[in-house]
């Protein structure tokens, strides 16, 4: 992304026509290489007819007052936007992970549909955070959590999200019934059980087996008061001395309720399939906390 598109258009008009043109082909393949991007430069990841919106500075539900770092400050599939109003912050007693803390201030990686940030000093881990729009247009995300001490060391973790259904969110299917409880591994959302206007959400939290984290309660801390919030608290996660874990999430959007509890099946199996996982080494997913791969 340019950070000064204005500056792009004043070197168009300056320069010949056929410099124009071989500069316009160098930026635009600068652009989609990636690299190093500004996160408040409207960085977008898309997908199978999926856009989520990037921003450095997002309030969720919990944190709303104190903003941070989110994948999905919107998101939209085709034609039906709004799914987020702030989603996916990845907060710790009410703070959410930032990017103010990043090294190099308010960038990320990107590569394509994936973008890394961090890595950054949170709730006593260095963390770095990896969200990927993959080809069917689930949004990955992937969380890095590394110990640095010569002890153990643990942190009560929470993803937050503020719905765009706002006070028309409903519960429309949960991986154990028509309610959303901590023993939901996954669950689908949006504002209408017959007629959804915004993108229906199916956001999986963690797999069968015996994962060695769960969702421990929901929510956490004290929310507005509507019925917009999705905040899972995943309790304490602990991490070894010296050693690093992962926590891995899947967010889908559709266009029906019943296209949304159709997608979730998949997360009913122990494994996942190699379209999920795609890219993830052994190493990493020997290590991720949420799930008994």
């Known amino acids: 992304m340019n950070s000064f598109p204005g500056a792009r258009k004043f070197l168009l008009v300056a320069l010949p026509f ?22 408040n430069d409207g960085i977008e990841l898309s997908a199978n007819y999926r856009t989520w919106d990037v921003t450095a500075d997002a ?13 999905a400050v919107d998101s939209s599939f085709d034609s039906q936007s709004d799914a987020f109003d702030g989603g996916l912050l990845l907060v ?14 308010t960038t990320g990686d990107l590569s394509g549909n994936q973008l890394t940030v961090g890595p950054a000093s949170f709730a006593g881990f260095k963390v770095t955070r990896q969200d990927r729009a993959l080809p069917s247009g689930i949004l990955r995300s992937l969380v890095k959590l590394e110990n640095k001490a010569k002890k153990p060391k643990s942190a009560t973790l929470a993803l937050d999200s503020g719905l765009g259904s706002d006070s028309s969110t409903g519960v429309r299917k949960a991986s154990n019934g028509s309610k959303m409880t901590k023993a939901s591994r996954w669950v689908v959302t949006s504002d209408s059980p017959t007629t959804p206007n915004d993108p229906v959400i199916t956001m999986a939290f963690y797999g069968k087996g ?7 309660s929901l929510p956490l801390g004290q929310p507005r008061p509507s019925v917009d919030c999705l905040t899972v608290d995943l309790g304490k996660v602990k991490i070894g001395a010296r050693n690093t874990g992962y926590l891995l999430f899947f967010t889908e959007l559709n266009s029906t309720n019943q296209a949304g509890i159709s997608a979730a099946k998949k997360y009913d199996k122990k494994t996942l399939n190699s379209q999920l996982l795609a890219g993830l080494s052994k190493g990493v997913k020997k290590k991720i906390l949420n799930w008994d791969l």
């Open 18 to 39: 056929t410099v124009a043109l071989v500069l316009s082909a160098f930026l635009a393949a600068t652009a989609s290489a990636g690299g190093k991007v500004n996160l």
């Open 59 to 71: 309030g969720g539900c919990i944190s709303v007052v104190k903003y941070g770092y989110s994948p």
């Open 92 to 105: 710790s007693e009410n703070r959410p992970f930032h990017t103010r803390a990043f090294r190099a201030g």
């Open 210 to 216: 015996k994962p060695k984290v769960k969702v421990r």
